[in-house]
């Protein structure tokens, strides 16, 4: 593991257990056992390391999901295994499941709602991409996907937000395999509902 | 106008300008021309006052809603007239369409969240209604009521809080009209995928 890799991964650890306001650059630079000056040379500021572990976690559940998605061709069974494994991914994307709570778009920090926005375009280019196949294979009405896209993305996200509010906590670490079956069951009945909406038939 | 309906009134303005948090009984007494123990008389604390306002908003509502559905037998069309009617009501309804701004929900205050659940309770069992009368109806496919209701009070929901995070501000009395359009026509395409998704096909 490089020091960068060393970084993010220890970053990673108390964004998770701390959350983003608790954590400090002084912990983190005293775990990597380096100097925060050197800890600064690497990432600017708490913000870019958060951007980092951020997208990194992104990145890895994409990677999830891709493998998931493998030899899979209907394009509405690859959105209900994206919404799947995107559940599933709160037991290891913790600062990701967690970043919809109020230390991010909540509390209006212009910073965090930029990391919020542009991991959000990423999903719902991935969710764009996969309306548009299904449109083009005949297996989907023909909706504006852009729109629609943004409709599948909000829908997964509030049910997460509002199954974890309602658990009394947005701890996800403390809770999440205690909220995961519920948030399974109404996902999933509510990506059927969206796939039914959309589906063509004949 | 009685003494309780001026001191709600009242409340209401204020609470529709300066937000809840900074609203004080001070400000709503003096502005009732009442001294604070008159207005304590009536309403035990901010918290008290602040349901009732929301339940008057509600009220309010929910009399625009039965006029706009008098006549309208199609059980679809009825939920298509209610999510209608909810976005239009943010401009007269200002409570409740910032209540589930940070002041509320997303700071965790115990009582706001309290409000909330019963305010969301009530939305759901109007939704849970027409859904039961479409399935008897035959119109839509047998669904689990509950579960489709709150996903139905959610999509909705969380469309009006993504547009208004997105608008830069949670200030409704400010932006309402410039907010309602592009809020309008995502409603429209969202409601137009769930019904949709629960209309039964021959």
Chains 1, 2 share one sequence.
Do not use: W
């Not at 005293?30 to 870019?48: G, M, N, Q, W």
């Not at 970043?99 to 965090?112: G, K, L, N, T, V």
Request: with cysteine; net charge neutral.
């Amino acid at each position: 593991m490089d020091r960068t890799e060393l970084i993010l991964h220890t970053a990673r650890k108390h964004f998770s257990r701390y959350g983003y306001t608790k954590t400090t650059m002084e912990e983190i630079s005293r775990d990597c056992k380096i100097t925060k000056p050197t800890l600064y040379a690497h990432f600017a500021s708490k913000v870019e390391l958060f951007k980092a572990v951020i997208d990194l976690e992104q990145q890895k559940c994409n990677e999830d999901i891709a493998i998931a998605l493998s030899g899979i061709t209907s394009t509405s069974e690859k959105l209900a295994i994206y919404a799947r494994v995107q559940v599933e991914s709160l037991r290891k994307f913790i600062n990701i499941g967690g970043f919809f709570s109020r230390q991010a778009i909540f509390d209006y920090h212009p910073d965090m709602y930029n990391i919020y926005k542009s991991y959000r375009k990423r999903e719902e280019e991935f969710i764009a991409g996969c309306i548009y196949e299904g449109i083009r294979a005949n297996e989907f009405t023909p909706v504006n996907i852009e729109t629609t896209a943004g409709i599948f993305y909000l829908l997964i996200a509030i049910i997460k937000l509002d199954v974890l509010l309602a658990s009394g906590s947005d701890n996800l670490i403390e809770n999440a395999e205690s909220i995961i079956p519920e948030l399974s069951s109404k996902t999933e009945n509510a990506v059927k509902i969206f796939l039914q909406g959309i589906i063509k038939r004949n």
